[in-house]
């Protein structure tokens, strides 16, 4: 029991914290006081923190989903993809050139060919795209010092992701109460304070998701570089 009691550092960052968030959210929208303006005693911090972790966990699912899955690999590629240069950037050449400078910055080219060359080396043929990630994590996660820098960034690009999530949606959520007092009972000072809501957890939400793309690329590059570096395969592990 003393184990399962026990949160893990990614427990707290990825599960917790976004739990606790999406709560705060809930007593935005429906006036109901879980986090915000209540004193807890020892018994209802307990349940409270329970709860956020089980929402935490039920919310990764879609924020992996949408933010991942559909919004970084379909939209703004995969940031393996783009630190080897496997694809045309096409319109994101604009985000490159503004907002995600770093995030479109391939890798050095020599570090490319060496990764390409033993990748392909590897696999006994020609390997390009997802597949030359998948080539090189098994080799990287055998280096002690890589896997725990990769298992740093793991932590705070699902921290970042997660609270991106409950950020965006919380201000979608937020805006459509909102909009919804406005045109129910017309302006008022709940209804702008409920805006300005919106505008804190939209803020927060484009935040978390700079941060999320910066960490999820530098997992990646951790991957590459140890990968480039490692010992043959059969060798002896790092």
């Not at 039920?58 to 939209?75: D, K, M, N, T, Y």
Request: hydrophobic share 50%.
């Amino acid at each position: 029991m003393d184990k399962l009691a026990r949160f893990s550092d990614y427990d707290v960052f990825a599960y917790i914290a976004s739990g606790l968030a999406a709560l705060v959210v809930w007593d935005i929208v429906f006036s109901t006081n879980y986090v915000l303006g209540v004193e807890w005693t020892a018994a209802s911090a307990v349940l409270v923190i329970a709860a956020a972790y089980i929402i935490g966990q039920i919310l990764a699912a879609p924020s992996g989903w949408l933010i991942e899955r559909q919004f970084v690999h379909r939209v703004l590629h995969r940031p393996s993809v783009i630190l080897m240069a496997s694809r045309d950037l096409g319109w994101r050449r604009c985000l490159k050139s503004s907002l995600l400078q770093d995030y479109y910055t391939p890798l050095d080219a020599g570090l490319r060919r060496k990764v390409s060359e033993r990748a392909a080396a590897e696999r006994g043929s020609e390997v390009a795209g997802e597949a030359v990630f998948w080539c090189a994590f098994p080799v990287a996660k055998k280096d002690p010092n890589a896997y725990a820098r990769m298992d740093g960034f793991l932590k705070l690009y699902g921290f970042c992701r997660n609270m991106a999530f409950v950020g965006l949606a919380g201000a979608c959520f937020i805006a459509a109460d909102s909009a919804l007092g406005w045109a129910g009972l017309g302006w008022s000072d709940d209804v702008a304070q409920q805006f300005r809501w919106a505008l804190v957890a939209l803020l927060i939400g484009l935040g978390m998701l700079h941060r999320y793309l910066k960490f999820f690329r530098l997992y990646n590059v951790e991957v590459f570089v140890a990968f480039s570096e490692g010992p043959p395969t059969g060798g002896n592990p790092v």
